[in-house]
């Protein structure tokens, strides 16, 4: 066996060798891949082998898109027959919000180029003559979709990789993972040490075993997936011996199942509440091809279902039951990218579709690994999406929460109720007492809105309007007029002091550091290409000290990506204050008024003018007030030690009580920030785009000296960019607004997409956030856009509809 290696890939499922596969396409030959027994013989060996290409995330449809395309070119490629069945696939709708999921849907897979077609009941009868079209409204079909023989894919992937002199070890088990001082990763295993440079998990159900090694707790935890094959039926062997083609993958996302034809007969697999997680503390050590005892009456309701939709299959005796492990994670989508707190070490694991997504996740893997970065924004599938929280538990009593939500509607305000609260701001039960209705961000309760006095405290998802709506307009209006208190402990807070602080920061982010203590800038980390990574709201609190606001829900990303371009020499700290450290949000012309009436400071423009700081108190608490916020009206952050959150809070809601101080929420502050064109990180800021793309000039500052990304935007500006920042109006839709990966047409030519829209409650007006292309975005252009398969018209306009002179966040 080879001792050194430049990559190191645990696990031979089609994970880990479509990882092994594309490293070897990227020209390093020098990859081995270790496996414990034989490749398949983990999960992959019992995958049903279905391809959806459906999925309403961004990164994750247009890796499942690759995947796809990839697995039709190897054969040609590798002499090895897939077993790759283009018959398409079917997903019926019995509800009015299943066709608005499938209509956003399309929204996402049209701008990543996915054909998806909508079918009437009879067009779907047609299709599918087995089925009854009783209570359907309608259907979406992949033409491209279908399903493929996973133990033939990922013989061929191996063969793909060993012909570019990658290699592969069976047989082998890993014992012991150990990084040198120097960097390096040793990889003890019973056949001895592999030295490497980088090392790949991908190791399934195994991955939290894995992870051990290293010290990291992986937010992975298996859950057992039924599926049953049947004897073969008349009727299906007669559509074979006539020449018809076969049935496509059928859909019933309401009743919760799939099924395809296999050998002549059916194969159902539903997705019930109720199916265990498994394999918690990991397998053992010597299962190999592993399958669990079948429980058929757990899946009762889901066979009923299946007879009703198609009847033949309750003629059919059961040939076999497939009980086995499927990796998870907390929100059903695998993690992909680099570990946190190593360097060097790469997670490709929580497949929980992985026959679908092994291609496109070994494709970005190795691009990350080999360029520095992937080409696609894998926001959605980085690692670093989940914090400590993520406990062994935590994970068991999500996991099952998401496998038994595979096939539910995913509204865009959806929220989860497993394992929840966890995370709590000391003010929690003041905010719950006073209406709100909560949702979850790394972990955090925040709330989304405020249910007044009368109206129930319970959310209400959809894609239109919801009975929210007014609710949260009211917020905003009140935020608008009067005052408001938001809640914003889940905040991302770090503080980088020392001698080589200021210096150290400089080069990371793209905008000057503010130039004196007391004040603020924003700032934006950026990949070396030049799109944006981070962003950051720094406060200059002395000449060697600096504190950091960011995301909440990219704590984890955000202080992963600074510490690991720490230098090593002590002359810079990172510290993470984010759960030592509090933040109330007051914003509304009152602000001032209030705050005045608590507040030790001079609160007037003079005296703290905006984008500035000052450490003051607020009743008898220390606290530092930054003047920002997101919402574009006069408004202070009150950053606090969390253990004098209450009584700051307390003393605000009194003094507030004749100045119409009322609390308000995430959906009211997403309004108010789309009326001002405020971009998000994840949204209208990505890796996918230049910063320069993204309308960031004002804090991107190339004269300044050298910076991360700066040499790349410079190269990126050189060959031209693709896209431009607009704002849009949006008319023609009375129930629904865009929210998002809504394609952009003109002519009937695709020029863009909205990267987020909400009702803005100020200006009256339902807007949107977009991508152009750049000769096109120019204010009163005008466009066609889909809102929920309704054909809109979204007009440019002016940034910033909202009070464009930003004259009252300066009052």
Same mark, same amino acid.
């Given at each position: 066996?080879?001792?050194?290696?430049?990559?190191?890939?645990?696990?031979?499922?089609?994970?880990?060798?479509?990882?092994?596969?594309?490293?070897?396409?990227?020209?390093?030959?020098?990859?081995?891949?270790?496996?414990?027994?034989?490749?398949?013989?983990?999960?992959?060996?019992?995958?049903?082998?279905?391809?959806?290409?459906?999925?309403?995330?961004?990164?994750?449809?247009?890796?499942?898109?690759?995947? !796809?395309?990839?697995? @039709?070119?190897?054969?040609?490629? +590798? &002499?090895?027959? #897939? /077993? *790759?069945?283009?018959?398409?696939?079917?997903?019926?709708?019995?509800?009015?919000?299943?066709?608005?999921?499938?209509?956003?849907?399309?929204?996402?897979?049209?701008?990543?180029?996915?054909?998806?077609?909508?079918?009437?009941?009879?067009?779907?009868?047609?299709?599918?003559?087995?089925?009854?079209?009783?209570?359907?409204?309608?259907?979406?079909?992949?033409?491209?979709?279908?399903?493929?023989?996973?133990?033939?894919?990922?013989?061929?992937?191996?063969?793909?990789?060993?012909?570019?002199?990658?290699?592969?070890?069976?047989?082998?088990?890993?014992?012991?993972?150990?990084?040198?001082?120097?960097?390096?990763?040793?990889?003890?295993?019973?056949?001895?040490?592999?030295?490497?440079?980088?090392? !790949?998990?991908?190791? @399934?159900?195994?991955?939290?075993? +894995? &992870?051990?090694? #290293? /010290? *990291?707790?992986?937010?992975?935890?298996?859950?057992?997936?039924?599926?049953?094959?049947?004897?073969?039926?008349?009727?299906?062997?007669?559509?074979?011996?006539?020449?018809?083609?076969?049935?496509?993958?059928?859909?019933?996302?309401?009743?919760?199942?799939?099924?395809?034809?296999?050998?002549?007969?059916?194969?159902?697999?539903?997705?019930?509440?109720?199916?265990?997680?498994?394999?918690?503390?990991?397998?053992?050590?010597?299962?190999?091809?592993?399958?669990?005892?079948?429980?058929?009456?757990?899946?009762?309701?889901?066979?009923?279902?299946?007879?009703?939709?198609?009847?033949?299959?309750?003629?059919?005796?059961?040939?076999?039951?497939?009980?086995?492990?499927?990796?998870?994670?907390?929100?059903?989508?695998?993690?992909?990218?680099?570990?946190?707190?190593?360097?060097?070490?790469?997670?490709?694991?929580?497949?929980?579709?992985?026959?679908?997504?092994?291609?496109?996740?070994?494709?970005?893997?190795?691009?990350?690994?080999?360029?520095?970065?992937?080409?696609?924004?894998?926001?959605?599938?980085?690692?670093?999406?989940?914090?400590?929280?993520?406990?062994?538990?935590?994970?068991?009593?999500?996991?099952?929460?998401?496998?038994?939500?595979?096939?539910?509607?995913?509204?865009?305000?959806?929220?989860?109720?497993?394992?929840?609260?966890?995370?709590?701001?000391?003010?929690?039960?003041?905010?719950?007492?006073?209406?709100?209705?909560?949702?979850?961000?790394?972990?955090?309760?925040?709330?989304?809105?405020?249910?007044?006095?009368?109206?129930?405290?319970?959310?209400?998802?959809?894609?239109?309007?919801?009975?929210?709506?007014?609710?949260?307009?009211?917020?905003?209006?009140?935020?608008?007029?009067?005052?408001?208190?938001?809640?914003?402990?889940?905040?991302?807070?770090?503080?980088?002091?020392?001698?080589?602080?200021?210096?150290?920061?400089?080069?990371?982010?793209?905008?000057?550091?503010?130039?004196?203590?007391?004040?603020?800038?924003?700032?934006?980390?950026?990949?070396?290409?030049?799109?944006?990574?981070?962003?950051?709201?720094?406060?200059?609190?002395?000449?060697?000290?600096?504190?950091?606001?960011?995301?909440?829900?990219?704590?984890?990303?955000?202080?992963?990506?600074?510490?690991?371009?720490?230098?090593?020499?002590?002359?810079?700290?990172?510290?993470?204050?984010?759960?030592?450290?509090?933040?109330?949000?007051?914003?509304?012309?009152?602000?001032?008024?209030?705050?005045?009436?608590?507040?030790?400071?001079?609160?007037?423009?003079?005296?703290?003018?905006?984008?500035?700081?000052?450490?003051?108190?607020?009743?008898?608490?220390?606290?530092?007030?930054?003047?920002?916020?997101?919402?574009?009206?006069?408004?202070?952050?009150?950053?606090?030690?969390?253990?004098?959150?209450?009584?700051?809070?307390?003393?605000?809601?009194?003094?507030?009580?004749?100045?119409?101080?009322?609390?308000?929420?995430?959906?009211?502050?997403?309004?108010?920030?789309?009326?001002?064109?405020?971009?998000?990180?994840?949204?209208?800021?990505?890796?996918?785009?230049?910063?320069?793309?993204?309308?960031?000039?004002?804090?991107?500052?190339?004269?300044?000296?050298?910076?991360?990304?700066?040499?790349?935007?410079?190269?990126?500006?050189?060959?031209?960019?693709?896209?431009?920042?607009?704002?849009?109006?949006?008319?023609?839709?009375?129930?629904?607004?865009?929210?998002?990966?809504?394609?952009?047409?003109?002519?009937?030519?695709?020029?863009?997409?909205?990267?987020?829209?909400?009702?803005?409650?100020?200006?009256?007006?339902?807007?949107?956030?977009?991508?152009?292309?750049?000769?096109?975005?120019?204010?009163?252009?005008?466009?066609?856009?889909?809102?929920?398969?309704?054909?809109?018209?979204?007009?440019?306009?002016?940034?910033?509809?909202?009070?464009?002179?930003?004259?009252?966040?300066?009052?």
């Amino acid at each position: 066996m080879k001792d050194q290696a430049r990559v190191l890939v645990i696990g031979g499922g089609v994970v880990g060798v479509s990882t092994l596969y594309h490293l070897a396409k990227k020209g390093w030959s020098d990859v081995v891949l270790i496996e414990r027994k034989e490749l398949t013989s983990g999960s992959t060996w019992h995958a049903a082998g279905l391809l959806p290409l459906f999925n309403m995330s961004y990164s994750v449809g247009q890796i499942h898109k690759y995947s !796809v395309g990839l697995y @039709g070119e190897l054969e040609a490629e +590798t &002499g090895q027959n #897939v /077993g *790759l069945k283009r018959c398409s696939n079917i997903r019926l709708a019995t509800t009015r919000d299943r066709m608005d999921e499938y209509h956003q849907y399309a929204g996402v897979a049209r701008t990543i180029g996915v054909q998806v077609d909508f079918l009437s009941p009879t067009q779907v009868q047609e299709i599918w003559p087995f089925a009854v079209t009783d209570g359907l409204i309608g259907a979406i079909r992949h033409p491209e979709d279908g399903y493929i023989q996973p133990a033939d894919l990922t013989q061929a992937l191996a063969t793909g990789a060993r012909a570019l002199g990658a290699t592969i070890h069976r047989q082998t088990t890993v014992t012991a993972i150990r990084q040198k001082p120097g960097g390096e990763w040793v990889v003890t295993t019973d056949k001895g040490e592999i030295t490497c440079e980088h090392v !790949v998990s991908a190791t @399934g159900n195994f991955a939290r075993r +894995t &992870g051990a090694m #290293v /010290g *990291l707790d992986i937010p992975v935890v298996p859950v057992e997936h039924q599926f049953i094959v049947t004897e073969p039926h008349a009727a299906i062997q007669e559509r074979k011996a006539q020449g018809l083609p076969e049935l496509g993958v059928l859909r019933e996302s309401d009743g919760s199942w799939y099924m395809r034809e296999e050998n002549g007969g059916l194969l159902l697999g539903p997705y019930e509440v109720g199916a265990p997680a498994c394999y918690v503390d990991g397998p053992d050590a010597d299962s190999e091809y592993e399958l669990f005892q079948e429980d058929v009456d757990r899946l009762a309701p889901h066979i009923e279902s299946a007879i009703h939709r198609v009847p033949i299959f309750g003629e059919l005796g059961i040939k076999e039951v497939y009980n086995g492990a499927i990796a998870y994670t907390p929100d059903g989508s695998p993690i992909i990218g680099p570990a946190w707190g190593k360097r060097n070490f790469w997670l490709n694991e929580g497949h929980s579709f992985g026959i679908t997504a092994a291609g496109g996740a070994g494709w970005q893997l190795a691009e990350w690994i080999v360029e520095g970065e992937p080409t696609i924004d894998m926001l959605g599938v980085d690692p670093r999406r989940f914090g400590d929280y993520a406990s062994e538990a935590y994970l068991k009593t999500k996991n099952e929460e998401a496998y038994a939500n595979v096939f539910t509607v995913h509204y865009p305000d959806e929220e989860r109720p497993a394992a929840r609260p966890l995370r709590t701001a000391p003010c929690y039960e003041r905010m719950r007492d006073l209406g709100a209705v909560f949702g979850q961000k790394f972990g955090w309760e925040r709330p989304n809105w405020f249910a007044p006095k009368g109206v129930p405290a319970e959310d209400h998802w959809s894609f239109r309007r919801s009975r929210w709506f007014e609710h949260v307009g009211d917020e905003c209006r009140n935020v608008a007029d009067n005052v408001g208190l938001l809640d914003m402990t889940a905040f991302a807070k770090a503080r980088v002091s020392g001698p080589g602080a200021a210096a150290w920061l400089d080069g990371l982010v793209a905008n000057k550091l503010p130039a004196r203590v007391g004040r603020i800038a924003l700032a934006h980390g950026l990949t070396t290409r030049g799109g944006v990574h981070s962003e950051f709201t720094i406060f200059r609190e002395a000449e060697d000290s600096f504190y950091l606001v960011s995301a909440g829900a990219l704590q984890r990303l955000d202080h992963d990506w600074l510490r690991k371009q720490l230098s090593g020499d002590g002359s810079v700290q990172l510290e993470n204050l984010t759960t030592s450290m509090g933040v109330l949000v007051v914003a509304g012309p009152n602000s001032r008024n209030l705050l005045e009436r608590v507040c030790g400071a001079d609160l007037s423009n003079a005296a703290f003018p905006w984008l500035t700081g000052q450490d003051t108190t607020v009743g008898l608490a220390p606290a530092r007030l930054l003047r920002v916020n997101f919402v574009g009206e006069l408004g202070w952050e009150i950053h606090h030690g969390i253990e004098f959150q209450n009584h700051i809070f307390d003393a605000l809601m009194e003094a507030g009580r004749d100045l119409d101080l009322q609390p308000f929420g995430i959906r009211a502050m997403d309004s108010l920030r789309i009326e001002k064109s405020y971009r998000m990180v994840g949204t209208e800021l990505s890796i996918e785009y230049a910063a320069l793309e993204s309308g960031l000039d004002r804090f991107v500052r190339p004269d300044k000296g050298d910076f991360v990304g700066r040499e790349g935007l410079l190269a990126w500006r050189e060959r031209g960019f693709a896209n431009a920042f607009a704002t849009l109006e949006v008319t023609g839709h009375n129930e629904a607004d865009p929210l998002g990966n809504n394609p952009i047409y003109l002519d009937g030519e695709l020029v863009g997409r909205a990267t987020g829209g909400n009702f803005g409650f100020r200006v009256g007006k339902s807007l949107a956030l977009a991508m152009l292309r750049p000769d096109l975005a120019v204010a009163g252009g005008a466009f066609a856009m889909d809102v929920l398969g309704t054909t809109c018209t979204a007009t440019v306009v002016p940034e910033s509809p909202y009070d464009p002179e930003n004259s009252r966040l300066r009052a």
